[in-house]
């Protein structure tokens, strides 16, 4: 899902840019004054960078791969979540050229914002109606990713001349909606594995 440089227009990326840098301002004021705690951001942002690692390439030039955004928002906040997403990020186009640099506020807005916060809302959502965790951690895995997947589609498909619009959300949505069922599966595992020892209720959560 790391777009490359040279998909997005000059426009598109600028405006991209600005929107990830004033959600990470405002995601590190309320973490932080919300009590999260850097042990915890560091060490969500190292396992997620390690699932990450795992890539298959499809149609159109990128690359599906899990995410772990929702994940990411549901151990330590949709806030917390997205700081450690965008270390991910950062990481992985200046050290090895995962995601080109001009579209680092694209790959941000995508993986650290809308999969973070859609991923987090569904999965609060769900809990309230059912109270299933794994089903709740599920469901936010896997509409994360998609939704993340939908945005990258949309933003190539405004920005490119070989690539309109019905053909880069179809591949990104198909892909990365089978895909989000593994990363939704992997996703409620993990969280109903921690679950079980404790993590919610010793209050991790900021």
């Known amino acids: 899902m790391h777009i490359p440089d040279g998909f997005l227009d000059p426009l598109t990326a600028s405006l991209l840019y600005l929107i990830s840098l004033f959600f990470l301002y405002l995601s590190a004021r309320r973490y932080f004054r919300e009590g999260g705690d850097v042990y915890y951001l560091s060490v969500a942002a190292a396992s997620i960078f390690a699932a ?5 390439p499809i149609p159109g030039g990128t690359s ?8 990411a ?9 997205c700081l450690a997403m965008f270390m991910n ?22 993986m650290a914002i809308v999969d973070v916060f859609v991923g987090y809302a569904a999965y ?14 599920f469901v936010g ?10 945005a990258c589609g949309v ?3 405004i920005s490119s001349q070989l690539f309109s619009l019905n053909v880069t959300v179809p591949v990104m949505a198909v892909w990365h909606g089978l895909l989000g069922l593994v990363e939704g599966l992997i996703t409620a595992s ?8 404790g993590w919610f209720s010793r209050g991790h959560l900021p």
């Not at 928002?73 to 979540?81: M, T, V, W």
């Open 124 to 137: 609060k959502a769900l809990m309230r109606l059912t109270h299933n965790r794994f089903l709740s951690a």
């Open 89 to 110: 990020l950062l990481v992985q186009c200046l050290l090895m050229g995962d995601g080109g640099i001009t579209a680092l506020g694209a790959n941000a807005f995508n």
């Open 190 to 197: 993990i969280v109903v594995h921690l679950d079980r020892r």
């Open 141 to 150: 895995g896997w509409l994360g990713i998609l939704t993340a997947a939908l």
């Open 73 to 81: 928002a549901i151990l330590i906040g949709p806030f917390g979540g």
């Open 52 to 56: 990450q690692m795992l890539n298959w």
């Open 64 to 71: 599906a791969h899990l995410v772990g955004g929702a994940l």
């Open 155 to 157: 933003e190539i498909g």
